[in-house]
């Protein structure tokens, strides 16, 4: 048995090989979307890491969580890539990113699943399967609560000149935010949700601010209030999150759960090692 397991958002893909001695090779790559990226592109970065790690020629079993995996076609175009790659012959297993969590946070429990991260999505899940879910609709549409939500909202503070002047000065330090090229990464350049969402490690810095916290506190509400609570038994489940920007502004979700009375379970940053141990169990 040689497994491999991917965890992909729109920025970075998390992977873990286990070899049959079940030893563990961690690393990362940019991340890998069907929404965002071609089959060309994504069996090319494939490729890439294959050239560069010998020792994944003997994979067998192939876990793939990822963002923008929700349904037959997308899943289908990472199914396709992994196998013209590796090997035709191989397992392949291609989830949601949301399933991924699930796992590696409630393992075989029922629970709510949340992704705060570059996107944002949610989803009851009953031990085995995401059994109700309130729809995702991406960076423009919706990602409530994502970095790339904070990440507008900052951005808009800017020019809209809400920022107080001593986190403008820092903003301007950290970014160009000539309008110019703000617009032009924004609607000429690829990838425009990795952009805005970058600015969501500013938040992180100065999550102490009080402008800041307001901001994060009003971008984690509606998402509360518009993903969470909208199922229709949100109080009786546990909730998890998953995703730097829930991890990093662990003590406002705490405090906005408990005003509503919800109840949180884990807030990691990332799933990998909590699905590394649950393929464990069940593969090897």
Same mark, same amino acid.
Not at 59 to 65: A, E, G, S
Not at 161 to 174: F, V
């Given at each position: 048995?040689?497994?491999?397991?991917?965890?992909?958002?729109?920025?970075?893909? &998390?992977?873990?090989?286990?070899?049959?001695?079940?030893?563990?090779?961690?690393?990362?790559?940019?991340?890998?979307?069907?929404?965002?990226?071609?089959?060309?592109?994504?069996?090319?970065?494939?490729? =890439?890491?294959? =050239?560069?790690?010998?020792?994944?020629k003997g994979v067998n079993r192939v876990y793939f969580?990822?963002?923008?995996?929700?349904?037959?076609?997308?899943?289908?175009?990472?199914?396709?890539?992994?196998?013209?790659?590796?090997?035709?012959?191989?397992? !392949?297993?291609?989830?949601?990113?949301?399933?991924?969590?699930?796992?590696?946070?409630?393992?075989?429990?029922?629970?709510?699943?949340?992704?705060?991260?570059?996107?944002?999505?949610?989803?009851?899940?009953?031990?085995?399967?995401?059994?109700?879910?309130?729809?995702?609709?991406?960076?423009?549409?919706?990602?409530?609560?994502?970095?790339?939500?904070?990440?507008?909202?900052?951005?808009?503070?800017?020019?809209?000149?809400?920022?107080?002047?001593?986190?403008?000065?820092?903003?301007?330090?950290?970014?160009?935010?000539?309008?110019?090229? !703000?617009?032009?990464?924004?609607?000429?350049?690829?990838?425009? &949700?990795?952009?805005?969402?970058?600015?969501?490690?500013?938040? &992180?810095?100065?999550?102490?601010?009080?402008?800041?916290?307001?901001?994060?506190?009003?971008?984690?509400?509606?998402?509360?209030?518009?993903?969470?609570?909208?199922?229709?038994?949100?109080?009786?489940?546990?909730?998890?999150?998953?995703?730097?920007?829930?991890?990093?502004?662990? =003590?406002?979700?705490?405090?906005?759960?408990?005003?509503?009375?919800?109840?949180?379970?884990? !807030?990691?940053? =990332?799933?990998?090692?909590?699905?590394?141990?649950?393929?464990?169990?069940?593969?090897?």
């Amino acid at each position: 048995m040689s497994l491999l397991i991917a965890d992909s958002g729109s920025t970075k893909t &998390n992977w873990c090989h286990i070899d049959a001695e079940k030893n563990r090779d961690f690393f990362k790559t940019e991340g890998i979307n069907p929404y965002y990226h071609s089959k060309e592109d994504i069996q090319q970065l494939l490729q =890439d890491i294959l =050239d560069n790690k010998s020792t994944l020629k003997g994979v067998n079993r192939v876990y793939f969580y990822g963002a923008g995996c929700t349904n037959s076609d997308r899943k289908k175009v990472i199914s396709d890539a992994l196998r013209k790659v590796f090997d035709v012959r191989i397992q !392949v297993e291609v989830h949601s990113d949301l399933i991924g969590a699930a796992r590696s946070c409630c393992g075989d429990e029922e629970g709510i699943v949340c992704i705060l991260g570059t996107g944002s999505n949610s989803g009851v899940y009953n031990g085995y399967q995401v059994i109700n879910q309130i729809p995702s609709l991406g960076f423009i549409l919706g990602d409530e609560g994502s970095g790339a939500q904070i990440g507008k909202k900052i951005i808009q503070s800017y020019f809209y000149r809400e920022i107080p002047a001593d986190l403008m000065t820092e903003l301007e330090k950290r970014f160009d935010m000539s309008r110019k090229d !703000v617009l032009d990464a924004v609607y000429s350049k690829p990838n425009p &949700n990795r952009y805005v969402s970058s600015f969501s490690r500013f938040s &992180n810095e100065f999550r102490e601010h009080p402008f800041i916290k307001k901001l994060v506190e009003s971008a984690f509400s509606e998402f509360i209030n518009r993903h969470i609570l909208h199922y229709s038994e949100s109080h009786k489940y546990m909730i998890s999150f998953v995703g730097s920007v829930a991890y990093y502004n662990r =003590d406002i979700l705490n405090i906005l759960l408990k005003d509503r009375h919800l109840h949180l379970n884990k !807030v990691i940053k =990332d799933p990998m090692e909590g699905l590394v141990e649950y393929h464990l169990q069940r593969d090897f």
